[in-house]
């Protein structure tokens, strides 16, 4: 195991990864943003490095300030969390050749999932399920209008270096492709610095399943299921939970074997999460695979009772998993809720400033994973997801109340929260009987203006 760990993020993941790091006895640096001097992960921390200003681009995204902090300290490896240089290939090509362990898959491995059209191909070549649609890049107006009659519309535009909504999408009628073009490849250029797009069939009322899946050195996968993450708006994820209502038994176990297949034929190694799209008639269809411990693993920890962060850094310090497929059992339902700084009557625009008073909700079934504190102000310079609500019930309908009693019990004064619109959707009798699809929120929540 490592004994010094570099923690390359803020907020609520930096001191996840710092507790994992406590309990595997080892010792944490964090780096922060002089925004941050403040906070919990530098305070929870062994030792802590400023390494630049507020701006992210010159603070966390900054990969020369945080090779030296991690060379001055001592760090053996680098936890990158979410966000920031989780995915970047430069940035885990750098720590390679420093010596420093990036706790992640090989570069290589980030640039071929990076390219999500590329992604896509490799694995329908090896006979993965995926999303019908074109293998090459779009690189016009008019050619995308020819081509979209190949598939048939309604059809969606996707960034080739995409992933998390931008620069993606749906085209229902031919007449609205050449505007909708021009803004996907605007928002695509803007996002990524690369404006490619590629077509795919838009699959209307599916759902957005992922398998979460660990990969150690001696090539053994295994998967823990499925998080059902339908629960969007505008691409950012509102709620997740575990197991999905759409699978049983046997899909699970199908889909879990080709999100191993699809980690072998990588060649990947480490904590990964592998994204499909699951239609009305049950179809499966692989969309994209991301190379780093998400947001919502924790509804995977509740189900399973497997610490995902400790078991990352485990294989990356080149510790084998003890354990196999047989062993993984998931038990009673989970859901995770996102609590952002942002007002959702005001069309969710983001709500920094201080919190004037705050109170935690507790009880049985109730885990919290925040940074926040009474006194806390929140930067305007980086998200503003403040906590992670995650609830434990045996089936979904405990899980459900637990979380509208949490949610009650939940106290954050001083800024706008989305609390209330999670209260809304948790009244709602479609989502209570799990009937609802990726764009359900859209549809089914905001017809009306939404009003706290
Ligand atoms: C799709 C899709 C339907 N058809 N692709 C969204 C995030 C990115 N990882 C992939 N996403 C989707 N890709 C095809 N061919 C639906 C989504 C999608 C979605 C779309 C609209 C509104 C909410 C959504 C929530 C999850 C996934």
Same mark, same amino acid.
């Given at each position: 195991m490592f004994s010094r760990i570099l923690v390359a993020n803020r907020g609520e993941i930096a001191l996840r990864i710092i507790r994992a790091c406590k309990e595997l006895g080892v010792e944490t640096v964090a780096v922060f943003s002089k925004e941050d001097e403040h906070s919990l992960p530098v *305070?929870?921390?062994?030792?802590? %490095?400023?390494?630049g200003p507020r701006e992210p681009a010159e603070s966390y995204l900054n990969v020369p300030r945080i090779i030296?902090?991690?060379? %001055?300290?001592?760090a053996e490896a680098i936890h990158p969390g979410y966000g920031f240089l989780a995915e970047n290939e430069q940035f885990a090509e750098v720590c390679r050749s420093s010596g420093i362990e990036f706790i992640g898959p090989a570069p290589g491995v980030i640039r071929k999932l990076g390219n999500k059209v590329e992604a896509r191909n490799t694995l329908a070549q090896k006979g993965i399920p995926v999303i019908p649609g074109l293998e090459e890049i779009v690189e016009n107006r008019s050619q995308a209008s020819r081509l979209a009659g190949r598939i048939g519309y309604p059809i969606i535009l996707k960034a080739v270096s995409g992933g998390g909504g931008k620069g993606m999408r749906a085209v229902w009628e031919k007449k609205d492709m050449d505007v909708l073009f021009g803004l996907a490849q605007q928002e695509a *250029? =803007?996002?990524f610095g690369r404006s490619g797009l590629y077509m795919e069939k838009y699959l209307d009322k599916a759902r957005h399943i992922e398998f979460q899946v660990l990969v150690d050195g001696s090539g053994k996968a295994l998967h823990f299921g499925e998080r059902d993450c339908s629960i969007q708006r505008r691409y950012q994820k509102l709620i997740?939970?575990?197991p999905s209502v759409v699978l049983d038994e046997s899909l699970?176990?199908?889909m879990g074997e080709i999100a191993v297949r699809v980690t072998k034929e990588l060649g990947y190694r480490g904590a990964g999460t592998v994204e499909f799209l699951v239609d009305e008639k049950k179809r499966f269809y692989f969309m994209e695979m991301n190379t780093r411990l998400q947001v919502e693993h924790?509804? =995977?920890?509740?189900v399973t009772g497997r610490d995902m962060v400790k078991d990352q850094i485990r294989i990356a310090s080149g510790e084998n998993l003890p354990y196999n497929q047989k062993d993984i059992k998931m038990e009673g339902v989970s859901l995770e809720c996102r609590i952002n700084a942002e007002d959702p009557a005001r069309n969710f625009i983001s709500s920094p400033g201080k919190i004037s008073s705050f109170h935690l909700p507790g009880g049985p079934g109730i885990r919290i994973d925040t940074h926040i504190f009474s006194g806390y102000r929140i930067p305007s310079f980086y998200d503003s997801l403040l906590a992670k609500l995650i609830t434990w019930g045996r089936d979904r309908e405990e899980a459900i109340v637990r979380m509208k009693r949490a949610l009650e019990e939940f106290v954050i004064e001083g800024v706008k929260t989305t609390i209330p619109f999670h209260q809304h959707i948790l009244e709602n009798e479609h989502f209570r009987k799990g009937d609802f699809y990726t764009n359900f929120v859209e549809e089914k929540l905001m017809k009306e203006a939404f009003y706290d």
């Open positions: *305070k929870f921390a062994d030792e802590a %490095i400023c390494v030296s902090a991690a060379e %001055i300290a001592g *250029k =803007t996002s997740e939970e575990s699970r176990k199908e924790p509804v =995977t920890e509740m």
